[in-house]
C-alpha cells in the first residue's frame, strides 16, 4: 500500500478552468484527465489524502459515482470549497478538517491551507496544503499537493522529498 497526497481537483467547477489557468477546453476533459491520471498512478489499495476542495457544482449522485471510481481508500481534509453533499459522501474513510501522520519517519502536518507556523516545523515535520494552486511561495518544509502543482494527479512523500531535494541542489548552486 502507498500513500498518496492531493488537494484542489475542484471537479465539476467551470471556473476553475479560467481561475487557475487549467490547460483544458472543457469541465468534463478537465475531470475525465484528472480521474485517468488519478486512477493510473494510485491503485485501488492505496491510500488519498485529499486536502479539501475535492467537487463543486455536481449533483450527490454525480459526486457518489465519481468518488466511487477513483482508486484507493480515501480521506478528506475539508477545504473551504466542501459542501455538505460532498461531506455526506459515504466513500470517505474519514473526514476532518486537519491531520497530522507521521509516514517513514518524517512527521506531517497536513491542512487545506498552508500554515505560516506548525506544530513540530522545527524538528523537522512537514506542511503538506492545498488551497494556493501553485501560486504561494513556500516556507520551507512545505509543499502545495494540489493538483495545480502536482501534474494534475495525485503524489506520494517519496516524490515531494525528491522534488524538494532537486530544488534545494538546484538552488545551492546560485548561493
Known amino acids: ?3 498518496f497526497f492531493t488537494a ?10 479560467a481561475l487557475y489557468r487549467r490547460p483544458f477546453a472543457t469541465v468534463a476533459e ?14 485501488p489499495d492505496d491510500e488519498v489524502w485529499h486536502l479539501g476542495d475535492f467537487a463543486l457544482g455536481p449533483k450527490p449522485p454525480a459526486l457518489t459515482d465519481l468518488l466511487a471510481r477513483l482508486h484507493g481508500r480515501k480521506h478528506l481534509v475539508t477545504g ?8 455526506a459522501l459515504a466513500g470517505w474513510s474519514s473526514i476532518q478538517p486537519y491531520a497530522e501522520l507521521m509516514l517513514d519517519g518524517h512527521g506531517l502536518v497536513l491542512c487545506h491551507y498552508a500554515f505560516r507556523t506548525w506544530r513540530n516545523m522545527h524538528r523537522g515535520w512537514l506542511n ?3 488551497h494556493s494552486h501553485g ?31 532537486g530544488h534545494l541542489r538546484h538552488k545551492s548552486v546560485f548561493l
Do not use: C, Y
Open 1 to 3: 500500500m502507498t500513500i
Open 8 to 17: 484542489d481537483t475542484h471537479f465539476g467547477h467551470a471556473g476553475a478552468r
Open 30 to 43: 478537465m475531470d475525465a484527465t484528472m480521474t485517468e491520471r488519478w486512477n493510473a498512478t494510485v491503485s
Open 80 to 87: 473551504n470549497n466542501d459542501g455538505p453533499a460532498t461531506l
Open 128 to 130: 503538506l496544503h492545498g
Open 135 to 165: 501560486r504561494l511561495k513556500p516556507l520551507p518544509r512545505q509543499t502545495d499537493v494540489g493538483v495545480d502543482a502536482q501534474g494534475f494527479r495525485p503524489v506520494t512523500l517519496a516524490d515531494i522529498l525528491a522534488r524538494r531535494a
